[in-house]
Nanobody, 121 residues
């Protein structure tokens, strides 16, 4: 089992920055596999949840086109923590951001409870 706890959301003006963090914890021999890929998703009101960025244990990253060049995902494997540095925030980035984790090649198996990001124009 894997538990994910996010932090770092809040209110920021357009053009500003925020850094989200997500710490994974758990036990069992499958824990490392189950956090093989860690990702950030977001869901705005009335919209479907969408992938923002993902990162493997080896550091391979993937970004949604809408955030490329503005957001950076990183992870500290020793701390089982993933980060999302968000720069140049736009009102359309406002959403609940969810941390997710799962084995490579599969949809996420574990989700955090979400953290609100609000961007004022």
């Amino acid at each position: 089992q894997v538990q994910l706890v996010e932090s770092g959301g809040g209110l920021v003006q357009a053009g500003g920055s925020l850094r989200l963090s997500c710490a994974a914890s758990g036990t069992g021999t499958l824990f490392t596999l189950n956090v093989g890929v860690m990702a950030w998703y977001r869901q705005a009101p009335g919209k479907q949840r969408e992938l923002v960025a993902s990162i493997t244990r080896g550091g391979t990253t993937n970004y949604a086109d809408s955030v490329k060049g503005r957001f950076t995902i990183s992870r500290d494997n020793a701390k089982n923590t993933v980060y999302l540095q968000m720069n140049g925030l736009k009102p359309e980035d406002a959403a609940v951001y969810y941390c997710a984790a799962g084995p490579p090649g599969y949809s996420p198996s574990y989700w955090g409870q979400g953290t609100q990001v609000t961007v004022s124009s």
